[in-house]
């Protein structure tokens, strides 16, 4: 008799979700190289960076944009968040070119952007960064309530003290984007 239940909306069962949830703690806890950091040492921004960095390097961008000097991951609102990524990624690359942070405005062109991280703004401004982006292919991500709902495409929020994400797929699709499987099995289904 199988007990596993209905798989997700998505396809993958709860029994392929807890080891691959693993995998992406141990992979933010690893980013900080030449420290041992304990799970109470690691702040929200920095595992937000963490997952970001890591959102990146299983996000599949289409070959055919345009080439630039760096890969530029741009943050509006959260400034704290920006440091921790500046820290994480720090000599690293993407797509063969180094990592740039940016800290952007709402007023900022974001089309430069592979990936544009919002927060401390109101969901209505949110919602009109996403539009702005709509059909381009930047990944955009929040800790917004609604964010997913309103055309990001993936979402933080925390349950049971823990942090989670959801990933808003036919947004990601819309925007050229291809989201790896590995990522996808770890997300929440959109409310």
């Known amino acids: 008799m199988d007990r596993s239940g209905p798989p997700a909306p ?29 799970a109470q040492d690691v702040t929200e921004p920095a595992l937000k960076a963490a997952f970001i960095y890591n959102f990146a390097r ?9 080439a630039t000097d760096s890969f530029v991951i741009c943050v509006l609102g ?12 720090a000599g690293r690359e993407l797509m063969g070119r180094p990592i740039t942070v940016t800290q952007v405005t709402p007023a900022t062109p974001k089309r430069s952007c592979r990936i544009l991280y919002v927060s401390g ?5 949110a919602a009109e960064v996403v539009a702005e982006l709509r059909d381009t292919p930047v990944l955009t ?10 055309g990001g495409m993936t979402q933080f929020f ?13 947004s990601a699709k819309r ?14 289904p959109n409310d």
């Open 121 to 125: 703004v109101p969901v209505r401004q």
């Open 78 to 89: 959260d400034a704290a968040v920006g440091d921790a990524i500046e820290r994480a990624v």
């Open 58 to 66: 299983f996000t599949t961008w289409p070959s055919d944009l345009p």
């Open 10 to 38: 998505h396809g993958i069962t709860p029994q392929r979700r807890a080891p691959a949830l693993a995998i992406v703690l141990a992979l933010a806890v690893a980013l900080w190289p030449g420290r041992v950091a304990l």
């Open 141 to 150: 991500i929040s800790n917004l309530e609604g964010f997913a709902l309103a």
């Open 158 to 170: 925390f349950e049971h003290g823990q942090l989670r994400f959801r990933i808003h797929l036919e």
């Open 175 to 188: 925007a050229g984007l291809q989201i790896s499987s590995r990522l996808l099995v770890m997300a929440r």
